[in-house]
């Protein structure tokens, strides 16, 4: 035999090893920019990613996995970049139908005047669900696969957000005044301890308790909010900060800031996630980092509600857990968490005068690994692993805006937006396919929309 022929023979052998050595998977996604955000920052060009069932088995070169893997299902991901989903730290999923109400006021003048009163006369289950419907479509739309919540009727939240397919972390809001869905703190707690027993283990679904801020809860009702989250073993959501007016409630409570304040009462500890965190001394930043507490930082909303810029540099610096959020689409307006990754590098770069202070990585990190380690799930998602769940995102590489293309880190950050999405797994079920939503009816979800905005401005028209 000659020695070509013997050479052939080997590779026919390995070839017929390999096909029966192949492991058969739900689904592949080939041939793409891997930008896995896993611990070496490695970026697989060309890619793939195999999936099975809810989670990720392969992560490595398309050869590689095309050696290893079957998959009864394969997305083609060429010149597209294959990511973790985004990692949306705070939002208030069904604000989204108060979009656009009222826009150029304070915080405390658009709470107390405008958001609190059309609350009070709209908010129901029913506004919730088509609230929440519409978000999720947004968000899946715009590559969100896990999405922190603080809402009323939170329950009706988790159970749209489970039908849409995304991963929620929803904590019910206790507040000190008559809400839609309870008329005491007693009575809100009471309705999170449900929510908790209902969705405590679920898959997809993380309950927790969200007492609003201390600006609307006493003492004794913050307490009893994080007494009721630790005894679950659930995350505590809240307001921290959020504006140099805040500092006041701290003084009148005798302690010099809002950090204090809530330390005083043995609050911090890890499981709080505390939206925004913008107006935050040294020793504010110390107890934060020594209490474990995870940050949500919300560039877009505190520079639309002109709160203030949180020292994002200095979280970094200090190694306390900071992800981003949207805050809720009245204060954004939209849920886009490309342009929040943007914006949360350009207003870090312009407050420290440092170009250096966010950039592209960081930014991109934040969005995933750094919201994952903030809402406490960074073992289970944040990043492409094996063993990780599959929320995975393949975006889009070839609009004129995105052309040439030196570097996808830099793109996804500075050029990418949410629509530039094409396909949104969450859970290693495809939610959208080439801008296709497989668990939502658009139509249907907008036309549900604008019938609800007919009720609000009836409801706001004075
Ligand atoms: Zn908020």
Request: glycine letters at 8%; charged letters at 20%; proline letters at 4%.
């Amino acid at each position: 035999m000659r020695p070509g022929a013997i050479g052939a023979l080997l590779i026919a052998a390995v070839a017929v090893v390999s096909a029966q050595g192949q492991r058969q998977v739900s689904l592949l996604v080939t041939n793409g920019i891997v930008v896995t955000m896993d611990g070496g920052g490695r970026v697989i060009n060309p890619g793939s990613v195999a999936i099975d069932g809810a989670d990720i088995v392969g992560v490595d070169t398309a050869g590689a996995i095309r050696q290893q893997f079957r998959g009864r299902d394969t997305i083609d991901a060429a010149g597209q970049v294959v990511m973790p989903g985004l990692v949306n730290t705070h939002t208030h999923a069904p604000m989204v139908l108060y979009r656009g109400l009222a826009d150029d006021l304070a915080l405390m003048d658009w709470l107390n005047n405008y958001i609190f009163p059309a609350e009070a006369k709209t908010v129901s289950p029913e506004f919730v669900r088509a609230g929440t419907r519409l978000a999720a479509l947004e968000m899946i739309e715009s590559g969100t696969t896990t999405f922190a919540d603080m809402y009323y009727f939170e329950e009706e939240i988790a159970r749209e957000t489970k039908a849409a397919g995304l991963r929620g972390v929803l904590g019910e809001t206790v507040i000190q005044f008559p809400v839609a869905d309870a008329r005491t703190p007693a009575d809100a707690l009471a309705r999170a301890e449900t929510f908790i027993k209902a969705f405590k283990g679920d898959p997809l679904i993380t309950p927790a308790v969200a007492p609003h801020a201390i600006y609307t809860n006493d003492s004794a009702t913050l307490k009893a909010a994080r007494e009721l989250s630790t005894r679950y073993n659930v995350p505590t959501i809240i307001h921290m900060a959020e504006t140099q007016a805040e500092a006041t409630t701290a003084k009148e409570r005798g302690s010099p800031s809002v950090v204090s304040y809530l330390d005083s009462l043995g609050f911090l500890g890890p499981g709080v996630v505390a939206a925004h965190a913008v107006w935050v001394n040294d020793a504010d930043m110390t107890i934060l980092k020594a209490r474990g507490v995870g940050v949500s930082h919300n560039p877009e909303s505190n520079m639309k509600l002109a709160s203030g810029i949180a020292p994002v540099k200095a979280y970094l610096s200090a190694g306390v857990a900071i992800g981003l959020g949207t805050d809720g689409a009245a204060s954004n307006n939209d849920l886009d968490m490309f342009e929040a990754m943007r914006d949360a590098s350009f207003l870090s770069k312009v407050a420290t005068s440092d170009p250096t202070a966010v950039s592209a990585k960081t930014a991109l990190q934040m969005a995933t690994m750094g919201g994952a380690r903030v809402l406490g799930m960074d073992r289970q998602i944040g990043s492409l692993e094996p063993g990780k769940h599959a929320d995975v995102i393949v975006v889009g590489m070839s609009a004129a805006r995105q052309t040439p293309m030196y570097d996808p880190i830099s793109h996804l950050v500075y050029v990418t937006r949410g629509d530039d999405v094409q396909t949104t797994i969450v859970n290693g079920k495809v939610l959208m396919r080439n801008r296709k939503v497989t668990t939502l009816d658009a139509a249907a979800v907008l036309k549900d929309a604008r019938m609800w905005a007919g009720k609000v401005r009836a409801a706001v028209a004075r």
